[in-house]
């Protein structure tokens, strides 16, 4: 996990330079990120307490205002994803103009799609740290856990993209050897790490959906709680498993614009 993190940090200042305020835009479009994942998730707490009848007791004008504040949230989120997607090709393209890099046609293109992946890369990270403090204000010990299954997640992802780093740069010495190398074998290669990463990841998720259901069963935990914490489980593996095959891109993009 170290190894992971030290790599993206590099890039970041790679691929922002000092100066110009490009680290504090990019800075900017991770805290967006952030929030966006939070926002989701009350989303969701919002709608399992409607759905639930929780608002009963509650007068026309609060109903009215949980309805308001529901559609709010959910309206703001997807628009705040969608700026945040097309606005950092902006910030990209101005970091790249003002690292007066000279660089060829083909390491350009790396150079982007490596952009692209260490920025999905942190935003990824940023949602996992939201996850991580959304689940332990909801319920303590589920959150506990949770910061034990994200972090055996990251260090099992860490050993399959060190050696998949490995696998990229001889695709990429190869290629400078003028070495074929058949497009199955390095597309395989790739798809094969990523999707077996997601395999073991889902182990960390099938371990936290047992534990909330037997806290369900105990009466240890509301149901509105319990909905939230289930589906921000299954944004978190998603997350993970997204994680995995970014790294394995990421990986395949340092290679080839080293």
Request: net charge positive; proline share 1%; no cysteine.
């Amino acid at each position: 996990m170290k190894e992971i993190f030290g790599n993206l940090v590099a890039s970041f200042k790679e691929v922002f330079p000092k100066g110009g305020g490009h680290r504090w835009r990019a800075f900017g479009l991770i805290l967006i990120a952030s929030v966006i994942p939070l926002s989701q998730l009350f989303v969701i707490r919002v709608f399992s307490g409607m759905i639930l009848h929780t608002t009963k007791n509650l007068d026309v004008k609060e109903i009215v205002l949980n309805f308001l504040l529901f559609f709010a949230l959910f309206g703001s989120t997807h628009l705040a994803t969608y700026w945040q997607k097309v606005y950092r090709v902006k910030v990209f393209e101005r970091a790249f103009a003002a690292g007066e890099r000279k660089v060829t046609k083909y390491k350009e293109s790396w150079e982007w799609a490596l952009a692209f992946e260490m920025s999905n890369l942190l935003h990824m990270a940023t949602t996992a740290l939201v996850l991580i403090v959304f689940f332990a204000s909801i319920n303590i010990w589920m959150g506990l856990l949770n910061v034990v299954v994200v972090v055996i997640s990251f260090e099992i992802i860490g050993v399959i993209y060190r050696r998949q780093m490995a696998t990229q740069k001889g695709f990429a010495e190869a290629r400078d050897k003028k070495q074929q190398i058949d497009t199955a074998v390095r597309v395989g290669s790739r798809i094969r790490s990523g999707e077996f990463g997601t395999l073991m990841t889902s182990i960390g998720y099938i371990v936290l959906l047992a534990v909330l259901l037997l806290l369900k069963l105990q009466d240890l935990i509301v149901a509105a709680d319990a909905i939230t914490l289930f589906l921000g489980m299954r944004m978190q593996n998603s997350n993970l498993s997204n994680v995995s095959g970014a790294l394995m891109r990421y990986a395949r993009a340092r290679a080839q614009a080293d």
